[in-house]
């Protein structure tokens, strides 16, 4: 079987993805996430609580269109 695309090219991309998001978030460009009307955040003396529902639907949602068009753009 002809492999395509090779691991180690995979790995490369995967790592230089890792490292353009590492200098997004250390920058702030993703300062939002978190802060989004339907967050919950909750914080009281001795109790911490955060739970980001719309920010991880909206993460959700992007990731799968990203997958979809690669499944629709890869041969």
């Not at 395509?4 to 996430?33: E, K, N, Q, T, Y």
């Not at 003396?45 to 269109?65: E, N």
């Amino acid at each position: 079987m002809e492999q395509r695309w090779p691991l180690g090219a995979s790995i490369i991309v995967a790592g230089v993805v890792l490292i353009v998001i590492g200098a997004l978030v250390g920058l702030g460009a993703f300062s939002w996430f978190g802060r989004l009307p339907g967050d919950i955040r909750v914080e009281r003396p001795g109790l911490r609580f955060y739970a980001p529902i719309t920010s991880i639907i909206i993460l959700s949602l992007a990731l799968s269109a990203v997958a979809m068009l690669i499944r629709k753009l890869w041969p």
